[in-house]
């Protein structure tokens, strides 16, 4: 078993976790690392923890590694995730938008998201796309 980090905690960091456990405002997951990180100060074991709060090895080992590197805030706060680069840009989006607005095409009495997908490669808008990323497209 690799060496297990020891988590020292100050008394305002105890007090600020207890009052945040005890408020109940947070989702399960962050009030839990809030548990597994006052526990790992009294010295719990990692096997004690996981029998304890019913959660897997990684999950106690990253909670202590949150708190080595980042402190409080980054086991009580999740990263904001970065938001990936649209598949579209915003003048392709407004050509598919007035292509789905246009009449469907004939056989078809009204525009489906692989129709539309088939047409955006056709007119050149892009090498290939998922249909479902039109649909989350129009969903917007």
Do not use: Y
């Not at 469907?104 to 047409?119: E, G, M, N």
Request: aromatic share 4%; with cysteine.
């Amino acid at each position: 078993m690799p060496h297990q980090l020891t988590v020292t905690l100050t008394n305002d960091e105890r007090t600020t976790l207890e009052t945040f456990i005890h408020r109940g405002k947070a989702n399960a997951r962050t009030l839990t690392r809030a548990r597994i990180l006052l526990k790992s100060a009294e010295g719990w074991s990692t096997s004690a923890l996981v029998a304890a709060f019913d959660v897997c090895e990684a999950t106690v080992t990253n909670v202590r590694k949150r708190f080595t590197q980042g402190g409080l805030e980054a086991v009580l706060h999740d990263k904001v995730q970065q938001h990936r680069r649209s598949a579209l840009s915003g003048l392709q989006t407004a050509h598919l938008i007035a292509i789905a607005c246009s009449p469907s095409p004939d056989a078809h009495d009204h525009w489906t998201v692989r129709l539309l997908a088939q047409k955006a490669v056709e007119l050149g808008f892009v090498t290939s796309i998922s249909p479902n990323t039109i649909h989350e497209m129009l969903k917007k």
